[in-house]
């Protein structure tokens, strides 16, 4: 079953200085396959992100997709290897235009054609409305879609994505759960770490559960969903 798996992490360990935060964190996803890495606060999902894309080092494991280990490349390597993280608050250019931080989402991989960006756009019509528009001057619902946008241009093999619908309103809850609903039905491949539990199962295919730096829950959202108030409560979720 796990041959198929196109992007793996493989018994990965990770420590902030003598602390584990990962100790020995094994997933895989299929292509154009949604999974949803859940888990309480501090169990350690967003170093896990931050340690595929590059900016954490690892202590022991491995990182690979289509088979080629990405395991201790710089970030901009592993975008280039079809890696692509969308964590709004790093990825953007705050004093620049939408529109240019479209394009240089595309410097290090990718195509910053206007057919590209026409992409984008008909995505987000909201972004090509303010394309003008310095980054920093978006809501925070619209910075999130700038920063998916711009991970588009990069033209991933997989998306992984840091709570995209943390501290955003409602209306923009619903509109990220939309595009997220879009791109799954694209064929994008995408992890995605969320701590809107009900957001994640609705979307992703399957699940992994981490506690305490070790994946201690895995399988189909069916069966998330069918026992979702017991798996919530013994994991603090
Ligand atoms: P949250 O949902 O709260 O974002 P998380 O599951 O993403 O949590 P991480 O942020 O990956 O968890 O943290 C995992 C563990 O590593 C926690 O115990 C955290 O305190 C610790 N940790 C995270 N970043 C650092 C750091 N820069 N230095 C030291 N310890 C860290």
Redesign the pocket.
Known sequence: ETNDFFFRVEDVHVH??K?A?LSGVSLGVRRSEVVTLL??????????LNTVSGFLPLTAGDVRIEGRSIRGQAPHAVVRAGVVQVSQYRDLFPQLSVRDNLVLGAAVRGDDSDEALEGVYAKFPRLKERHAQKAITLSGGEQQMLAIGRALMTRPEIILLD?PSAGLAPMFVDEIARIMRELKDEGRTMLL?E?NMRLAMNIADRFYI?RD?VVREEGHCDHLRANFDALAREHYL
């Open positions: 902030y200085g602390a935060a888990g309480a606060n501090g169990s350690g999902k967003t170093t896990l709570e770490v701590q981490l730096g």
